[in-house]
């Protein structure tokens, strides 16, 4: 399927490993021009090394941190007219919400709500004067199904979600959606580090604590990041202008709510 976004201009956020560069992978192999933006210089050129390889699209490296006011002005610097921007951000170490200070949860909120929000506001009215938009936010399957020791994720990326339910509907009319994707275990660093901490409380082996996820996931194994990448590259597909405002769930079904 051609998604229609050959030759747009998208920045990825977080964009060196794990989910964001799944992200930019798709968008590139879909023809999206990209500025990438992370904060290890070794990995995000690494990034930019493989994603080149995938065709035609123009790959731009942004050494720089998003959660900060200059980390977000090189990057709009270096795409100041993005059609398609994807926020992600590292998310807090798992622990006990007894350690948790004030320092730790305006922390976890700058990193998982306001970089987000304030990268929307920067860009959005011009997405809307160019007739085309397309946000997409990573969120967390703990904004619906809050996970153990992932409290700061769980607060900030839901104080996220209930900002974006209202801007959401906007900017629909300009063909500008925003929605987020809320990714559950998924074969990444990040992921694999959340089972071991979670085998640390249990007492067991990370592999045997893995083993138990399996056990209780209907997938029966963590998701592939290329699934995830792929589903983000629809989200931006110029075929996606009448959903937004959603929270696409990617957890091989282990949430079993209906809404």
């Known amino acids: 399927m051609d998604l229609g976004i050959s030759g747009k201009q998208g920045i990825v956020c977080g964009a060196s490993q794990g989910l964001g560069l799944a992200c930019a992978r798709a968008l590139a192999g879909e023809g999206v021009h990209l500025t990438l933006i992370a904060r290890s210089p070794e990995p995000l050129q690494a990034a930019v090394d493989s994603l080149s390889q995938l065709g035609g699209a ?35 170490p798992p622990g006990d919400f007894r350690d948790w200070r004030q320092k730790e949860w305006f922390d976890a909120v700058n990193s998982n709500m306001y970089s987000a929000i304030d990268m929307i506001r920067r860009t959005l009215d011009g997405m809307a004067e160019r007739g085309f938009g397309r946000i997409v936010n990573i969120t967390s399957t703990a904004v619906k199904s809050p996970m153990s020791g992932l409290g700061l994720s769980n607060g900030a990326r839901a104080g996220l979600t209930g900002w974006v339910a209202g801007v959401a509907r906007e900017k629909v009319s300009s063909n500008v959606t925003i929605n987020n994707l809320l990714p559950g275990l998924f074969a990444t660093d990040r992921g694999r580090g959340y089972l071991a901490y979670r085998a640390a409380q249990e007492g067991v082996s990370a592999e045997a604590f893995e083993q138990q996820f399996y056990a209780i996931s209907p997938a029966g194994r963590m998701g592939d990041p290329d699934e995830f990448g792929a589903t983000c590259a629809f989200l931006c597909s110029a075929m996606n202008g009448y959903m937004s405002g959603q929270n696409i769930l990617l957890d091989g079904g282990v949430y079993s709510g209906t809404y």
């Open 58 to 92: 123009k790959i731009t490296a942004v050494v720089g941190d998003i959660t900060t006011d200059e980390g977000r002005d090189a990057v709009l610097q270096a795409c100041p007219e993005p059609d398609i921007l994807i926020n992600n951000a590292g998310g807090p």
